[in-house]
């Protein structure tokens, strides 16, 4: 073993993927239902870790892992983030800052009911909440406020002890939380998640509506809010055209109208009715056909920037994004490794083939200077120090400023010549390479002393973290399922961003194909960051008097 360890201890490239293979090894036992996952890496991290002093590694391989994770989520939920706040983004958000705000709270009542020192019961808190920046706050508000300079670094020490140990419940119990949540919600949450997933027809009807004879298409679908179907075809007076919005609408006109279920019910409601007769893929010069998006020119810009019907006498009536396809409007922005099906004359589709890109090649090449550029503006932001009130300052640091940088660049999705998306296969894997490189780093560095640390009376400051963790995941599950009315995919990505911790994601992403718990963990994050490190630094001013 003394070997091992030796080997280990020299050769940190060989450390950090032993334990990332570790990790993934561990994740795929399934024990009953349950099953770590991509998460076991953090363990086996602190398992490793937990051997020698030695095998830590380096401070930059999960904060290279952190920066990464976060901005891939960031510039993927750009657009979901935004559009969150124009419907409960600003109630969950406050949700958020209430729960934080009442965990403080029952980690001050639990404090003085067991006698446990003011520094001490800030580093549980951080440590519960697992918010390195809160407790790196924490330790600066000590050094100002305990007296003398030998009390300030007993109080700073027993701070970082106390998160260490409150550091792995922090993320385990909100896994259990999860699990149990699921166990519990069992098919109602699993509808609620995957009730968008329907399938895409694509139906024929007749015009015998009279509000919309002698009206252009373009008029028509404008009276028509959110729409979710598109059409690609028509027929009148005999000849069959590809859909463009100048064309004037007659009895009897024949419309292909593609959309979910539901959705083509709006267009026969619109239209007049459904007709026996369908007019198929491929009538005279009329074909389809998907392709990749692979060209740059094409991706970050809405459909009616692109003037398809006008350049091509073309029209998208699907795009396919990762696992999940959906019905286009004129305000879908393409993103790079988008696959589309296209409706136009057969002599344009070259043409179109050549605009698109249509490269799978060209769809797996990232763009490093976008990706460079972008992270380091938001590492330039989480260096610039926020002063607060009492002399202190606030920083986003490595994981709040790449994030906030990346949200706003997801949602503008290119500036000039800059296209600042990712291809979508090229995001889930920087995705993935940033977390286990993470939790690889933040589980070694966690995992020596624990157990002598445990040993020593530990296991005080363990039950209170894991009473704090557990009481506000399972408020936050509670209250987003029953009150806010969120699906469970989304609570389980409020909570990750509450915690602020990427290894809870992680497991809420193994368990529903949505990317609501992206899109949520992105939303509530800011909020959680600044609220956990206000919390901490009142913390230590109330105990510490």
């Not at 002093?53 to 976060?70: N, S």
């Not at 995705?431 to 640390?453: C, D, H, P, S, Y």
């Not at 987003?480 to 995919?489: D, E, Q």
Request: glycine share 12%.
């Amino acid at each position: 073993m003394t070997e091992i360890v030796d080997l280990l201890a020299a050769n940190q490239l060989l450390l950090l993927f032993a334990v990332i293979g570790l990790g993934y090894l561990l994740g795929s036992v399934r024990v009953a239902s349950f099953r770590l996952g991509v998460v076991a890496v953090l363990f086996v991290g602190m398992a490793v870790g937990g051997l020698d002093p030695r095998l830590a590694l380096p401070d930059h391989i999960y904060v290279i892992g952190l920066v990464l994770f976060v901005y891939a989520i960031g510039l993927h939920s750009g657009p979901g983030f935004f559009a969150s706040f124009r419907k409960r983004g600003l109630r969950v958000n406050a949700l958020v800052v209430g729960l934080l705000t009442g965990g403080a709270a029952l980690a001050v009542l639990l404090s003085r009911l067991f006698g446990i020192p003011g520094g001490t019961t800030a580093g549980v808190f951080c440590g519960a909440l697992t918010n390195t920046p809160a407790l790196a706050a924490t330790i600066e508000t000590i050094k100002g406020t305990a007296a003398g300079g030998s009390g300030a670094a007993a109080e700073a020490s027993a701070a970082v002890i106390a998160y260490g140990l409150a550091y792995p419940i922090g993320v385990f119990g909100v896994i259990v939380t999860f699990f149990v949540a699921r166990r519990i919600l069992g098919a109602a949450a699993d509808a609620a998640e995957t009730e968008p997933l329907q399938p895409i027809l694509s139906r024929t009807y007749r015009v015998s509506n009279p509000g919309v004879f002698g009206a252009t298409l373009g008029d028509v679908l404008e009276h028509v809010p959110n729409r979710g179907f598109s059409l690609s075809r028509i027929r009148s007076g005999g000849v069959v055209s590809v859909v463009t919005p100048e064309m004037t609408l007659a009895e009897g006109d024949l419309v292909v109208a593609v959309g979910t279920e539901k959705e083509q019910e709006r267009a026969r409601i619109l239209f007049g009715e459904e007709a026996p007769e369908h007019l198929g893929e491929s009538l005279g010069e009329i074909r389809f056909r998907r392709f990749f998006v692979s060209n740059r020119e094409a991706a970050g810009r809405p459909l009616r920037e692109l003037h398809l019907e006008e350049r091509f006498n073309a029209t998208v009536t699907r795009v396919q994004r990762g696992d999940v396809e959906f019905v286009p409007n004129r305000d879908t922005v393409l993103e790079l490794g988008d696959r589309i099906r296209v409706v136009a004359l057969r002599s344009r589709l070259d043409a179109l083939a050549s605009y698109f890109g249509d490269s799978m090649k060209g769809i797996a090449e990232t763009d490093f200077l976008s990706l460079s550029l972008g992270i380091v503006l938001g590492v330039l932001l989480g260096m610039v120090p926020f002063p607060l009130p009492g002399g202190t300052v606030v920083r986003l640091g490595f994981a709040g400023g790449p994030l906030i940088v990346s949200l706003i660049l997801g949602r503008l999705e290119r500036t000039g010549p800059i296209t600042w998306g990712l291809p979508f296969a090229g995001n889930l894997v920087l995705r993935q390479v940033g977390l286990v490189f993470f939790m690889a780093g933040i589980g070694t560095k966690a995992g020596f002393g624990f157990g002598e640390q445990f040993a020593a009376g530990g296991w005080r400051l363990l039950a209170l973290g894991a009473v704090v963790t557990i009481s506000v995941a399972v408020a936050a599950v509670v209250v987003g399922v029953r009150v806010l009315r969120l699906p469970l995919a989304a609570v389980m990505g409020v909570v990750s961003g509450m915690q602020t911790q990427p290894a809870c994601l992680a497991y809420a992403n193994q368990q529903t194909p949505s990317e609501l718990p992206n899109v949520w963990y992105a939303a509530v994050y800011p909020a959680a960051m600044v609220t956990k490190i206000l919390l901490a630094q009142l913390l230590v001013s109330l105990l510490l008097v």
